[in-house]
């Protein structure tokens, strides 16, 4: 969702657009699977948290009292999730892939981010992300200058992605195209192999019984996977209301 992204349209719109799905699938669904990238940045400081996006929490929240089963991935916009939304919201925080087995399916599930890409500028990021000294460094900072800077930097992110967007590259090209069929070489009992990060919407047969997804995203495609307990598919969610 990148909630905080203003690019590609009011935040605020997608936002209100994502809590009206969700107010319409919480009847039957047993469990949501966020894959990351949930706001375009999340930083939580001691005693505050960005601000905006309450109707979505809020939502989130109200699913979970309900008995939902909310699963969260921390993307690589959103790495920084402490205790703070575990806690208020009552939802599980992933920051790792996760094996999970349903319907009598095995589902492999991950943001996505670094996974096949051997870029060494990527990965020297993306470890500085993680590194904790370097995140209490940066908690170090004001938190009005911190966030803005965030933003910013986010935001320039977005701009190249919109000025240059990345298609998809095929077979033997596309990073988590390459992951999976080598995951698959070792686990080959894998059924689903599902990501977010790519901001494309793929369905992929890597095998005779295994398959690959990619979410897309709600930016443009509006886009979710759906298990019935069978049968997984794609859908998007192409009108607001």
């Known amino acids: 969702m990148h909630f905080g992204a203003e690019v590609f349209g009011s935040s605020r719109e997608r936002e209100m657009r994502f809590v009206r799905w969700l107010d319409s699938i919480k009847h039957e669904a047993k469990a949501i699977y966020l894959l990351g990238d949930v706001f ?3 930083f939580e400081y001691r005693q505050s948290v960005p601000q905006g996006f309450t109707r979505f929490l809020g939502k989130i929240a109200e699913l979970s009292d309900e008995g939902v089963d909310i699963h969260w991935f921390t993307g ?3 790495i ?3 205790d703070y939304l575990p806690r208020e919201l ?3 925080i992933h920051r790792e892939p996760l094996i999970a087995e349903f319907g009598g399916k095995t589902f492999y ?3 996505g981010d670094g996974m096949g890409d051997k870029s060494p500028s990527f990965r020297f ?4 992300f993680h590194n904790r000294v370097c995140q ?3 908690r170090l900072i004001h938190p009005d200058f911190g966030i803005w800077l965030a933003l910013k930097w986010a935001k320039n992110s977005r701009m190249k992605e919109l000025q240059n967007p990345l298609p998809y590259l095929g077979e033997e090209r596309e990073h988590l195209v390459l992951y999976a069929k080598d995951y698959l070489k070792s686990h080959p009992e894998t059924d689903y192999l599902i990501f977010g990060h790519r901001h494309i919407l793929l369905d992929l047969q890597l095998t005779s019984h295994s398959r690959l ?4 995203d709600w930016l443009q495609h509006f886009s979710y996977a759906v298990f019935d307990g069978q049968e997984i598919r794609l859908e998007q969610n192409l009108l607001p209301d």
């Open 40 to 42: 375009d940045f999340w």
């Open 76 to 78: 690589n916009h959103d």
């Open 80 to 82: 920084w999730i402490f």
């Open 90 to 92: 009552g939802i599980t």
């Open 109 to 111: 599930l991950a943001h």
């Open 125 to 128: 990021i993306r470890w500085i």
């Open 136 to 138: 209490w460094l940066f």
């Open 213 to 216: 997804l990619i979410l897309g």
